[in-house]
């Protein structure tokens, strides 16, 4: 509901974008502790991000991604309203971390890309679900 706003406010949801030079992918991040202006901020502060373009501000909300999965993963959207208790913590996470995820990522859509030109030719008869 709080994404919702007043009759006639648009509703923004949160999507992922081919590369993160567009200007759409920019957000600000907004302490909940004081600090100087334009002093980093540090890991393990809790923050509340501002997308720039529309300026409003990043909720969680309980609507699951994917509602068949049992993993856990929320939707989230921005609102014009800002609440202190929509605050996100800032985490370290190590490259070799990322590395990993990086490397999940890309052997997946490989393996999709070759699952659809199998099937395309004929070689596999295989269901997503299947994969």
Request: glycine share 4%; charged share 25%.
């Amino acid at each position: 509901q709080k994404l919702r706003g007043p009759p006639g406010t648009p509703v923004f949801a949160l999507v992922p974008i081919p590369h993160g030079y567009d200007i759409s992918s920019i957000f600000e991040l907004d302490p909940t502790t004081i600090t100087r202006n334009e002093e980093a901020v540090p890991w393990g502060s809790y923050v509340r991000l501002q997308h720039i373009c529309t300026s409003t501000w990043v909720h969680s909300t309980n609507i699951k991604l994917d509602p068949d999965d049992d993993n856990v993963r929320f939707k989230i959207g921005c609102a014009l309203t800002k609440e202190d208790r929509e605050a996100f913590q800032i985490v370290h996470v190590s490259p070799d971390e990322v590395r990993d995820l990086d490397f999940a990522n890309d052997a997946a859509q490989h393996f999709d890309m070759t699952v659809s030109k199998w099937e395309k030719i004929g070689v596999m008869n295989v269901h997503a679900n299947d994969r």
